[in-house]
């Protein structure tokens, strides 16, 4: 398994395609080896630097009754084994200062949700860890008030940051993504994330859950990909429409290999543009 320093080089390599991909939630250790094994193998063939992504709680779902997942200690438990078994980094939400060192312990990436990225005990107690930090824009924030945030985990120490763009808030359940995001939050000096599943997300869309449009995922991702975006976030699913969290917006992992061989040429030709 490479080291922490190993890692971010990878990550913050100027001309590689990152991937940060997953199930949206933990809903078995058979369903994260099965999608992080696929991936890693797509991933190695097409160069890209890949991190697997699940979450072991989902902390704001539209509903109480939904499902979140498995909960920390059996959450932790899984993405350590993801991490053992594949060979591969890997990145989980926290939500609380509690949760943070008990995370830390297990993955190589650190993600502050984007509810709570205003958040700044949050923010500074993962900083300091010295892991990886992914802070994703909140969908209440222009890109330009993600200076703020930055600042607040320089200041606790965190220097190895991602920034991640996953839509805005644009009302009545929609989200809508401003491409102008990406170059924005670049000049914060940081590898830049686009969301292109959670951005399609229709936020409480279907009552008392939200709904989405996956078929604008891959869409959005080449148009952050022209605009400059140094990876994409993606959250898919062997079978998205049996999923027990954001199914609606996720892409099949089917269709990953042939989506993501058309990522890397983009990504190669804006990359020898800027």
């Known amino acids: 398994m490479l080291q922490d320093s190993q890692i971010w080089k990878s990550l913050n390599a100027p001309r590689r395609l990152v991937l940060i991909a997953g199930p949206c939630a933990i809903e078995s250790a058979e369903l994260c ?109 222009s890109p330009a008030e993600m200076g703020p945030v930055v600042k607040k985990a320089e200041n606790a120490g965190g220097r190895k940051l991602l920034l991640t763009e996953r839509g805005t808030t644009f009302g ?42 996956r078929e604008f995922a891959p869409v959005l991702a080449r148009c952050a990909l022209a605009a400059g975006a140094h990876g994409l976030f993606i959250e898919t699913h062997p079978e998205p429409d049996q999923a027990l969290s954001d199914g609606p917006n996720m892409i099949p992992l089917a269709d990953m290999p042939r989506l993501l061989a058309g990522f890397v040429k983009l990504h190669a030709a804006v990359r020898g543009q800027i």
């Open 33 to 141: 080896l099965t999608v992080g094994a696929a991936l890693k193998k797509v991933c190695a063939k097409l160069g890209i630097s890949y991190v697997f992504k699940a979450s072991y709680d989902k902390a704001n779902r539209t509903s109480n009754t939904s499902f979140r997942g498995p909960g920390l200690a059996d959450g932790l438990a899984i993405l350590a084994r993801v991490r053992a078994e594949l060979g591969v980094p890997v990145l989980t939400d926290v939500h609380t200062e509690e949760q943070v060192a008990a995370a830390a312990a297990v993955v190589d990436v650190l993600q502050i949700p984007a509810f709570l990225c205003r958040q700044t005990d949050l923010i500074a107690a993962a900083a300091r860890t010295g892991k990886i930090v992914n802070i994703k824009k909140g969908q209440f924030l």
């Open 172 to 213: 009545y359940n929609n989200l809508v993504a401003d491409m102008r995001s990406i170059p924005i939050m670049r000049r914060l000096g940081y590898p830049v994330i686009f969301d292109a599943t959670h951005s399609v997300q229709l936020p409480g869309g279907g009552g008392d859950k939200s709904a989405g449009q």
